[in-house]
């Protein structure tokens, strides 16, 4: 199978999603933080550890949820299983944009009000 270099950029997306998720679901549970998000001096500096986790755990497995269906999508259109059009490629891709901005927002926004 010759895969191009968006199935490999597609099979990323979807593995980081299901990372995400499961991290972001794992780490709510346990009131902790990915160090994917948080660095560990900025953790050390945090004000109240499980706060952060309960408003930016449930967030990441969302963004990861997306991740994983970016990724399904931008597979099955590379191998031709879904075949679609440019326009749909290009709506997946400029949502894949605005959730990440989102969540980027949602980061920074933790740390300015968790991280002294």
């Given at each position: 199978m010759d895969m191009s270099f968006?199935?490999?950029f597609d099979i990323?997306?979807?593995?980081?999603?299901?990372?995400?998720?499961?991290?972001?679901?794992?780490?709510?549970i346990s009131h902790k933080i990915?160090?994917?998000?948080?660095t560990s001096d900025e953790l050390a500096r945090c004000t109240d550890v499980e706060a952060l986790s309960k408003y930016?755990?449930?967030?990441?497995?969302?963004f990861g949820a997306f991740c994983i269906l970016?990724?399904?999508?931008g597979v099955l259109n590379d191998t031709?299983?879904?075949?679609s059009t440019q326009t749909v490629n290009v709506i997946f891709l400029l949502a894949f944009v605005v959730v990440w901005v989102v969540f980027s927002y949602f980061i920074r926004t933790a740390k300015k009000k968790y991280i002294q």
């Amino acid at each position: 199978m010759d895969m191009s270099f968006m199935t490999i950029f597609d099979i990323i997306i979807l593995a980081l999603g299901a990372y995400l998720v499961f991290a972001g679901i794992k780490n709510y549970i346990s009131h902790k933080i990915d160090p994917m998000l948080i660095t560990s001096d900025e953790l050390a500096r945090c004000t109240d550890v499980e706060a952060l986790s309960k408003y930016l755990m449930p967030k990441t497995a969302v963004f990861g949820a997306f991740c994983i269906l970016f990724g399904i999508q931008g597979v099955l259109n590379d191998t031709g299983k879904m075949p679609s059009t440019q326009t749909v490629n290009v709506i997946f891709l400029l949502a894949f944009v605005v959730v990440w901005v989102v969540f980027s927002y949602f980061i920074r926004t933790a740390k300015k009000k968790y991280i002294q």
